[in-house]
């Protein structure tokens, strides 16, 4: 197969100058026979083309060969791509099997359009007859040659054909081509056909001259070679001394490698379009598998970072992860959501694409589809929303747990201020100066027992569940809202100490001033004693200092019997009255009240004294009284008698 050739390539580029002499395979001098041993020569190679296509070995001489084994009927085959019918002895020993054979391939052959007007026998094939073979192989070209002149549909033969089809490229080189063999002698027409083609292999076609037809042929096998691979297999000077059988298969040659050469050109625009078309949809695939790549590492960061949900337990660590959730929305979640659209816009251009030119649509990988794609999108999404839902959710319950600890602090606050007041109370000095005053004092302390026990079971069990349902939800600041609970119980137990010790001080209080009562009492009763013994004497000093008027003895022991009993009364009084006085104010005098909480002593026994002092003074008087006015009687009663 000729190797294919750029249409840039030049004589030049494969080695050769124009005025190099090609050496001759075969001298000039060659006898006239010889353009049989050429023809010979170019008909076996012609026959080796074809056997060539379906790969059977080549035979080394048209006339010895040809009539060999099978080889009449591969060269058939080949050219009638058909298969031939009827038996045969495919390994023929003796020469009649072989005449049955070649008779049989013969008369197939006639059947399939090959016509001669003399036809050889078998037995020329075996004795290698040149006139009878060379015919043959002649009809069997003339019949399976096949030249497209891109006629109106009527039917030329194999000559007419390449005639026809070598002048219609030459029409603008000048070169008119009437029959095969002379025509071709100076090199000039095939020089033209491969210029029409090829321009840049003959740059200098112009300057050829048709009397160097030697050169012109060099010209022409080298570009040929250059141009389709066409081996130099003949010189100038053979192609020269061809007739024009010869030369027409040498020709065939040129149409057969230009219309291939043609065909592989425009196969390799064909593959060059194919390439740069799978080269771009490669591309585009690579783009795809590179951004679905790039997408997934995203989906998996993002995965990642909405599925960390770290709850903290404080304020600052759930706003920090709904910054960072902030932060995702701005930064990376739009380069998803770009990245996915640029992703399904390469698919589908990917898509239209193969579509448009019916080539099998691209199956991305497993789980890496549109499909698969979005679905983790719309699953990243609804991880979001989740996050979102769980990160709000923890934000607000950061609220709810600082005010629920403000409220706790708040009852906190206001049951500390009462414990501040009542702890105040609890150690202020009281000046207590009555029992009433006192049993105030023990009934406040009553209620103050009564109320902070209220206040502990109540008010401040309250605040330690609320503490509890803190600490439940680890609260942050837990360690504050335990110390104030401990403050406060602390306070209690100090209140209840302080109500404990200042109990018996107001008990005290009360015993003390009962006993300061009684005692007042006591002066009260010795004041009015006294107020009723000086009263007496008032009314006994009055009657002892009047002088009766005494005009009988009767008179006078009427009054000494009134004096005598007022003596009597006045003794009475003494016991009745003055003693019990003197016994109250000594009782008055001696009252004191001690204990570990007060004491108390009555501080005015001296008006005590000097009212006891008094009636001292005034009994005397009556006494006086009393004797002076004895003697006044006794002396009335004398007279009387007397």
Known sequence: EAPGRSETDSLESVGWTRGTQLPSLEPFNMPEADWLLLQKKIFTRWINQRLQSRRIPPINDVLEDLGQGTNLLDLLETLTEETFPDKYDKKPKVVSQRLDNINKFLKWGYSKGIEM??????????????????????????????????????????????????????????????????????????????????????????????????????????????????????????????????????????????????????????????????????????????????????????????????????????EENLQRLDKWKAQDKPAIFELHVAVVQTFTSLAIRLSENKRPPYNPPAGTDLAGLAAKVKQLQ??????????????????????????????????????????????????????????????????????????????????????????????????????????????????????????????????????????????????????????????????LETKETVTSVTDARTQLGLLKAYDAEKADTAGSSVAPLKRLGDDIRTAKYETEYSQWVYDKSEAVTALEAQVDAQWDQLSTLSAAKQDVLDDDLARELY
Not at 177 to 205: E, S, T, W
Not at 225 to 245: I, Q, S
Not at 273 to 289: E, R
Not at 423 to 437: A, D, I, K, P, R
């Open 117 to 318: 007007k003399i036809k050889p026998e078998p037995s020329n094939f075996i004795n290698g007859d040149e006139k009878d073979i060379m015919g043959f192989v002649w009809a069997v070209m003339l019949r399976f040659m096949k030249f497209d002149t891109e006629d109106d549909g009527s039917e030329l033969s194999a000559i007419d054909a390449l005639l026809k089809w070598i002048n219609f490229h030459l029409k603008e080189s000048g070169v008119v081509v009437k029959k095969f063999g002379q025509d071709f002698k100076n090199g000039m027409a095939l020089c033209a056909l491969i210029h029409k083609f090829r321009p840049n292999l003959i740059p200098n076609y112009a300057e050829l001259d048709p009397e160097n037809g030697i050169e012109n042929l060099q010209i022409a096998f080298k570009a040929a070679n250059a141009y389709f691979g066409l081996e130099e297999y003949l010189t100038p000077t053979e192609l020269r001394k061809l007739d024009e059988k010869s030369t027409l298969v040498y020709v065939s040659e040129y149409y057969y490698g230009i219309n291939e050469q043609f065909k592989r050109d425009l196969a390799g625009k064909r593959i060059n379009k194919l390439i740069a078309f799978t080269k771009a949809n490669d591309a585009l695939k690579g783009q795809y598998v590179k951004d679905v790549a790039q997408l997934e590492e995203l989906l998996r960061s993002a995965n990642e970072t909405l599925g960390d949900r770290t709850v903290t337990n404080t304020m600052k660590g759930a």
């Open 382 to 543: 609804a991880e979001e929303r989740d996050c979102s839902k769980d990160l709000y959710k923890e934000i607000e319950r950061q609220w709810r747990l600082l005010r629920t600890d403000k409220n706790h602090f708040s009852r906190c606050e206001k049951l500390e201020t009462w414990l501040q007041d009542k702890e105040e109370y609890m150690n202020s000095e009281l000046q207590v100066t009555s029992s009433g005053q006192a049993r105030n004092e023990l009934a406040y302390l009553d209620a103050f027992v009564a109320q902070s026990a209220v206040k502990k079971e109540k008010n401040l069990s309250e605040i330690v569940k609320i503490g509890q349902g803190l600490e439940a939800e680890l609260f942050e600041h837990i360690t504050d809202t335990k110390q104030r609970e401990a403050d406060l119980a602390s306070k209690f137990a100090s209140l209840e100490d302080l109500a404990t010790k200042k109990r018996p001080v107001l008990e005290d209080h009360l015993a003390r001033e009962l006993y300061k009562e009684k005692v007042l009492l006591w002066v009260g009763v010795h004041t009015a004693s006294h107020a009723k013994i000086v009263s007496w004497v008032s009314v006994k000093t009055e009657y």
